[in-house]
């Protein structure tokens, strides 16, 4: 089954530097997501990239995708006090099913 | 913005009862899932539904639990005898159809504890 391991595990980082957190699965996928959980609350959608797609920006959000080395990286520029949060990663192989296979999580705390 | 409803947000139940978590998915949409995350561990997906039946479950998804779609609105997830690790927070997605088919809206969750 496919797995999403997140790195690092832990990230603290200064209000305004840019936090980067990657994310690697192991089976082929149709599209992989990124989800925002603030502690104890639900999960917000983030971004979408579909397996063909190289890189997709939202706002201070941009992902990308190697499908080669079966990872992506979620880029934050300027962080916010705001963003500190946990973010994981999300693969799905399409189907009539698309479930989520969520990987581990990246826990981001950003210090004003 | 639409979305995704669930009650209680906490749930506290004694070893061996029954629960039921509730959902209100997005009104338009036509898939339904139930996750769950243990503290401090991934979501896992439990099972998910479509056109008023299971269309996937995990290995999670035994005969103690169950899903249904009582009326046009309501999504639910029921656990006949919980135990103790059955603690986590449970959370009901949805999604409409294609092309916005792949993303999956979330509820904020129940937070079910199993004394």
């Known amino acids: 089954s496919q797995q999403g391991e997140e790195d690092p595990q832990a990230l603290s980082i200064q209000e305004g530097e840019n936090a980067t957190m990657n994310c690697s699965y192991k089976?082929?996928?149709?599209?992989l997501q990124w989800y925002r959980q603030n502690s104890g609350r639900g999960l917000v959608h983030l971004i979408l990239?579909?397996?063909?797609?190289r890189e997709k920006h939202s706002g201070r959000l941009r992902v990308t995708l190697d499908t080669s080395k079966k990872s992506s990286s979620l880029l934050i520029t300027a962080s916010r006090a705001a963003d500190t949060a946990s973010y994981f990663c999300?693969?799905?192989?399409?189907?009539?099913?698309?479930?989520?296979?969520f990987g581990t999580g990246t826990l981001l705390a950003v210090q004003p | 913005e639409p979305e995704v409803t669930q009650t209680p947000s906490h749930q506290v139940t004694q070893m061996g009862q029954e629960v039921i978590l509730r959902c209100v998915p997005i009104?338009?949409?036509?898939?339904f899932y139930w996750y769950r995350q243990i503290l401090g561990q991934k979501v896992e997906f439990l099972v998910s539904?479509?056109?008023?039946?299971?269309?996937?479950k995990s290995e999670i998804f035994d005969d103690q639990f169950s899903v249904e779609r009582p009326d046009g609105s309501n999504f639910t997830l029921k656990i006949r005898s919980t135990k103790l690790e059955d603690s986590a927070m449970y959370f009901c997605?949805?999604?409409?159809?294609?092309?916005?088919?792949?993303?999956?809206?979330f509820g904020a969750g129940t937070r079910l504890s199993v004394l």
């Open positions: 089976t082929s996928i149709n599209n």
């Open positions: 009104s338009n949409h036509l898939y």
């Open positions: 999300a693969t799905d192989s399409g189907g009539a099913t698309n479930k989520l296979i």
């Open positions: 539904f479509y056109n008023n039946e299971i269309s996937e």
């Open positions: 997605a949805s999604t409409g159809g294609s092309p916005t088919k792949n993303i999956q809206y």
């Open positions: 990239i579909r397996s063909n797609e």
